[in-house]
């Protein structure tokens, strides 16, 4: 127990907002959920949610027979504001608040944040443990990360499928460490969202279909990162002016009024030293290939690549109607290099006559 208590207290120390333990026998119930939501075509367009995938992830004992017990960990960070729509400064967008989230030193990828800090958690315990084995859990790595925090106690899954936790809401990155010391569980938590649906009609796409079951391909955190390609039509005036990710269900949550931590502020639009809450959407538009890696590399924008962020930002001026942006959009659907932001920038044109979405 002294050992699991000291544990908690450095997790803190580093940063961690809750942490907690659970064992390594399967994730019997999470995986027939992972499985039905592929074979439902929930997962459609993420080639890499496989059903092997969802079977070695439900059980690492399996996979690491030298694991005991799991450590559950949450990172907390803040949320962002939109910015209050004008008629001076640019024409303002807006990226998912963990995009944003700071390193010390600027804006940083999440994964490497939580890599670090797991890394130096295991360093901690080695030190106690001198033949401790552990292997780290970031989105990658196979873990199923939100059953693992509730089975070790640290959060509930809410309505909207993001775990919510004492300490920040469902503002929190999670991370599992698998270890080869036995120490005593944590008890899953008792609480849960009780009547409360507010996030459900706040998903615009209607994503969330019913409670806790999410439809990745109407989310627009997977349209705007994940997804390859053009954007569904249907889909495209319901995204409102977000250029990467979504937290509109997370904002909903009253829990979250009461827990998440403090907001960042609007702050500067230009992303010139990496992701910014609300961003200059004529800016990222007409990024070249360059200036994106220079601005985004390391950070989890990354992800969506050049192209993929300008078909964005081109849609989401296309709803925010500021005919400001006509001059960057007609520029965008005459000269950018890849046909998909082509298309978007001359859909965003078209989207003038009917006036602002948002």
Not at 123 to 139: H, M, Q
Not at 192 to 197: D, K, T
Request: hydrophobic share 40%; glycine share 10%.
């Amino acid at each position: 127990m002294r050992l699991k208590a000291e544990l908690g207290d450095e997790a803190r120390r580093l940063g961690f907002s809750a942490s907690g333990v659970t064992s390594a026998r399967p994730f019997a119930e999470a995986r027939d959920r992972g499985l039905a939501a592929i074979d439902a075509g929930r997962m459609d367009g993420m080639p890499w949610y496989t059903r092997e995938r969802v079977e070695a992830s439900a059980d690492i004992g399996a996979r690491y027979p030298w694991a005991r017990s799991i450590i559950a960990l949450a990172w907390p960070y803040r949320p962002v504001r939109a910015a209050e729509p004008g008629s001076e400064g640019p024409v303002r967008g807006r990226f998912a608040a963990y995009a944003c989230m700071d390193g010390g030193g600027g804006a940083i990828d999440y994964h490497d944040l939580l890599a670090d800090r797991c890394d130096a958690l295991v360093g901690w315990l080695r030190e106690r443990v001198d033949t401790l084995e552990a292997k780290r859990f970031i989105d990658h790595g196979w873990a199923l990360d939100r059953p693992i925090a509730e089975r070790a106690g640290i959060g509930f899954a809410g309505k909207h499928a993001s775990v919510i936790t004492r300490e920040a809401g469902s503002y929190v990155m999670l991370a599992g460490i698998a270890v080869s010391v036995l120490l005593p569980v944590d008890a899953p938590s008792r609480r849960g969202c009780g009547q409360c649906r507010e996030c459900l009609p706040a998903c615009p796409t209607g994503a969330i279909t019913a409670p806790g079951v999410i439809d990745a391909r109407r989310c627009i955190s997977y349209l705007t990162i994940e997804h390859r390609g053009a954007i569904p039509m249907d889909l495209r005036p319901l995204m409102g002016t977000w250029a990467f990710g979504c937290d509109l269900c997370q904002e909903a949550c009253p829990i979250n009024h009461r827990l998440a931590p403090a907001p960042l502020g609007a702050g500067s639009s230009t992303t010139a030293h990496g992701p910014v809450p609300n961003p200059d959407l004529v800016e990222c538009l007409e990024l070249s290939d360059e200036a994106f890696a220079a601005r985004f590399r390391r950070t989890a924008v990354w992800r969506t690549g050049r192209a993929g962020l300008a078909r964005n930002c081109a849609i989401a001026l296309g709803n925010a109607g500021d005919r400001r942006a006509l001059p960057a959009l007609q520029r965008s659907a005459e000269d950018d290099p890849d046909p998909v932001v082509r298309e978007a920038a001359s859909w965003a044109i078209a989207q003038f006559a009917e006036g602002p979405r948002v």
